[in-house]
């Protein structure tokens, strides 16, 4: 599986940004979604999570109620939509497939909260 995320950038606190991440693997709907990000001198931690037919949906606390992720079965493609952005939002945003042949992660897409 190849994962290309894409619409990070740079916005004001209170902004919106709409990270997309397209999948090459033609039986996209076979894997879980999730999106992660990682913050400079940080690890990498979870955001938010979507399952195979999207009717299960998890966030992070810090994001709850914010953002919100959903995907395209039809398309290979799953979201994040970001809301009311925050400086402690800025970070690395990766995309991650899981299934049964394994876990793969896109290139990230850095996305950048100005105060």
């Known amino acids: 599986v190849q994962l290309q995320a894409s619409g990070g950038g740079l916005v004001q606190a209170g902004g919106s940004l709409r990270l997309s991440c397209a999948a090459s693997?033609?039986?996209?709907?076979?894997?879980?979604m999730g999106w992660f990000r990682q913050a400079p001198g940080k690890e990498r931690e979870f955001v938010a999570v979507?399952?195979?037919?999207?009717?299960?949906?998890s966030y992070a606390d810090s994001v709850k109620g914010r953002f919100a992720i959903s995907r395209d079965n039809a398309k290979n493609t799953v979201s994040l939509q970001m809301n009311s952005l925050k400086p402690e939002d800025t970070a690395v945003y990766y995309c991650?497939?899981?299934?049964?042949?394994?876990?793969?992660w896109g290139q990230g897409t850095q996305v950048t909260v100005s105060s």
């Open positions: 991650r497939a899981s299934g049964a042949l394994g876990v793969y």
């Open positions: 979507i399952d195979r037919s999207g009717g299960s949906i």
């Open positions: 693997k033609r039986f996209f709907s076979n894997y879980v």
